[in-house]
C-alpha cells in the first residue's frame, strides 16, 4: 500500500487486506511503528494476522526508512507530527503500536495530538534511551559493525541459540540484515535522536488514551529497570513482561504479543 503524507508517499504493509474496503471500515486502524534502522517487515508476525482479527493494520516505513520517500526526519517531535499527518491522511484515529524509537514517536504524538491517537502499545522502551558510543561510531561511519551490535544486543540469549517462530531462520541474522539495508546515514541520525529525546516522561504524564506496555526481561538495549519510571507515570497503562524476551519481543515472542494486542485492541467489559 502507498499513501501520501506532507506530499510524500509513504509505503506500508496491510497483511494483504486492504484498509479501504467497506466492510472493514469501522474496524480499528492499527498502525505499527518500527525502530531505529528497521522497517515495516519487523512487524511480520503481527501485520498479517491483525488484518485478518477484525482491525485495519498499516505497517508504516517511516520517511527515508524501507520504501518510504526520503528524507529521514530528524527528531522525535518532528516524527511524532508526521504521525499525526498520517492519520488525517488515513482519515481515522490510530491505534498505534510502536517498538523502540517508534515507541517513543506514539508517546509524543499520544501526548500532542489527543484526538488522532486512540491507543497505544509500546514495547522495547525505557524512560531514556541512552546509545553505546561504539554503537553510535559504528552507524555515522555506516559501518557494518552497527548491525553486528544491535543485531547481538537486541536479542535474549535463547533466540540466538536457534529459537525463533520463523522456522529455518536466524533471528539475529534476521535483524542483521534488516538493519544493513538501512540508507546510509539513517541509522545513525535515528539513534543520536533516540539518545537526544528527553520528553518520555512528560509525554507519559500527558497521555490519557488506553495503554499497554509490553517488557522484555532481557532487553540489553533499553534495560527493564530504566523503564520503571516511564510505567510509573503511565499509571494507568497494561504492563506486560516477558519472561525470555529482550528488546524485540514482536519478533522474540509473537504469540504473547498477537494476544496482547487483541486483549488491547478489544477489552473485555468487567
Request: a negative charge; glycine letters at 10%; one cysteine or more.
Amino acid at each position: 500500500m502507498r499513501f501520501e503524507v506532507a506530499g510524500r508517499s509513504v509505503h506500508a504493509a496491510t497483511g494483504a487486506v486492504a484498509i479501504d474496503r467497506s466492510d472493514v471500515a469501522d474496524t480499528p486502524l492499527v498502525v505499527l511503528v518500527h525502530g531505529a534502522g528497521m522497517d515495516r517487515t519487523v512487524w511480520s508476525h503481527q501485520t498479517r494476522w491483525l488484518a485478518h482479527h477484525g482491525t485495519r493494520a498499516v505497517a508504516v516505513d517511516l520517511p527515508g526508512h524501507g520504501r518510504s520517500d526520503g528524507p529521514a526526519l530528524g527528531s522525535i517531535v518532528e516524527l511524532a507530527t508526521w504521525l499525526g499527518d498520517v492519520s488525517d491522511a488515513l482519515g481515522d484515529p490510530l491505534h498505534v503500536v510502536g517498538h523502540s524509537m517508534g515507541s517513543f514517536i506514539g508517546l509524543e504524538a499520544a501526548a500532542t495530538f489527543n484526538d488522532q491517537i486512540a491507543s497505544l502499545v509500546l514495547m522495547g522502551l525505557g524512560a531514556s534511551m541512552p546509545v553505546h558510543p561504539d554503537l553510535q561510531t559504528a552507524a555515522e561511519a555506516d559501518d557494518p559493525l552497527a548491525a553486528d551490535l544491535m543485531a547481538g544486543w537486541m536479542h535474549g540469549t535463547d533466540q540466538k541459540f536457534g529459537a525463533n517462530p520463523t522456522p529455518g531462520m536466524s533471528m539475529t541474522g534476521t535483524s542483521r540484515a534488516v538493519i544493513e539495508t538501512s540508507p546510509d546515514g539513517v541509522l545513525g541520525l535515528d539513534l543520536a535522536m533516540c539518545a537526544a529525546y528527553d520528553g518520555a516522561l512528560e509525554a507519559a504524564s500527558n497521555v490519557t488514551c488506553p495503554t499497554t506496555v509490553v517488557l522484555g526481561r532481557l532487553d540489553r538495549m533499553t534495560p527493564r529497570r530504566g523503564a520503571q519510571p516511564l510505567v510509573d507515570t503511565l499509571d494507568h497503562a497494561t504492563v506486560i513482561e516477558l519472561a525470555t524476551s529482550g528488546h524485540a519481543p514482536m519478533m522474540e515472542d509473537p504469540d504473547t504479543v498477537r494476544s496482547a494486542l487483541l486483549d488491547h485492541l478489544f477489552p473485555v467489559a468487567s
